[in-house]
């Protein structure tokens, strides 16, 4: 696994390296969603901290198992690594006081209701939530995620929220490989959030993350300002079954 995630940085340095802009300005979220406890510690042991997970179920009994490992490992008397959870999946609002106390992050921030949730069930002695609105930016009937035209009202009542940081937007475009269509896609992405910055400049600052991009898109969506890059099969292999929950 070293040598898959090594690669995966060399993949995402390369991209960075093309557009004049610093590797380090892309972060590599790995999405280790239906892949075991297990898998997750040897990307541990490989130097990968930011792990991205979609069922909620799944997720909070592998958190649980790591931590457990790391707790009973030979490393266990010296500093534990710091990691980093996200949430990209789907949320419904008898999960939101779950993830609301197990994740540092939540990408897939749909609607105003979800964002209030989430905030009144932060626990207080956790950092603040980080989020991101979920674009819905190919219009895709069976994809979630709000309109473009929505974002801006939707940013405005959330970014004030207590215990939440909104940071951005998430996007997964169409699949395609037709590159000027990858490429537009992404950057309308950008877009929306350059024009959350012109409306609301008080929090510009924060409004730094535009999750976009995995395996086949991912150096397209560099090209186009992705601060957080999400690759999964690249990092762990093929998936062989799915997780609902």
């Given at each position: 696994?070293?040598?898959?995630?090594?690669?995966?940085?060399?993949?995402?340095?390369?991209?960075?390296?093309?557009?004049?802009?610093?590797?380090?300005?892309?972060?590599?979220?790995?999405?280790?969603?239906?892949?075991?406890?297990?898998?997750?510690?040897?990307?541990i042991?490989?130097?990968?901290?930011?792990?991205?997970?979609?069922?909620?179920?799944?997720?909070?009994?592998?958190?649980?198992?790591?931590?457990?490992?790391?707790?009973?490992?030979?490393?266990?008397?010296?500093?534990q690594?710091?990691?980093?959870?996200?949430?990209?999946?789907?949320?419904?609002?008898?999960?939101t006081?779950?993830?609301?106390?197990?994740?540092?992050?939540?990408?897939?921030?749909?609607?105003?209701?979800?964002?209030?949730?989430?905030?009144?069930?932060?626990?207080?002695?956790?950092?603040?939530?980080?989020?991101?609105?979920?674009?819905?930016?190919?219009?895709?009937?069976?994809?979630?995620?709000?309109?473009?035209?929505?974002?801006?009202?939707?940013?405005?009542?959330?970014?004030?929220?207590?215990?939440?940081?909104?940071r951005?937007?998430?996007?997964?475009?169409?699949?395609?490989?037709?590159?000027?269509?990858?490429?537009?896609?992404?950057?309308?992405?950008?877009?929306?959030?350059?024009?959350l910055?012109?409306?609301?400049?008080?929090?510009?600052?924060?409004?730094?993350?535009?999750?976009?991009?995995?395996?086949?898109?991912?150096?397209?969506?560099?090209?186009?300002?992705?601060?957080?890059?999400?690759?999964?099969?690249?990092?762990?292999?093929?998936?062989?079954?799915?997780?609902?929950?």
């Open positions: 696994m070293s040598q898959k995630l090594q690669a995966v940085h060399a993949s995402i340095q390369a991209a960075a390296a093309a557009v004049s802009r610093r590797p380090d300005s892309v972060a590599l979220l790995a999405v280790s969603k239906t892949f075991g406890a297990d898998m997750v510690l040897e990307a042991a490989a130097g990968q901290r930011a792990f991205g997970e979609n069922y909620l179920q799944e997720a909070v009994a592998k958190m649980a198992a790591v931590a457990l490992a790391l707790q009973a490992g030979p490393d266990a008397a010296t500093a690594p710091l990691l980093e959870w996200h949430f990209i999946g789907p949320i419904q609002s008898n999960k006081r779950p993830i609301a106390e197990n994740f540092a992050w939540v990408h897939t921030v749909e609607r105003e209701k979800i964002a209030q949730r989430l905030s009144e069930q932060r626990p207080p002695h956790l950092p603040p939530l980080n989020i991101c609105l979920q674009v819905n930016i190919s219009g895709e009937a069976s994809k979630s995620g709000m309109a473009p035209a929505e974002v801006l009202a939707a940013a405005r009542a959330i970014v004030g929220l207590p215990r939440l940081q909104l951005g937007l998430m996007a997964i475009p169409e699949p395609t490989e037709d590159l000027q269509k990858q490429h537009a896609a992404f950057r309308q992405t950008r877009e929306l959030l350059q024009q910055h012109a409306e609301l400049p008080a929090h510009a600052a924060q409004l730094d993350t535009l999750s976009m991009g995995m395996s086949a898109d991912m150096a397209v969506a560099i090209e186009e300002g992705a601060t957080i890059v999400r690759v999964g099969s690249a990092i762990f292999g093929q998936r062989e079954r799915t997780i609902q929950s």
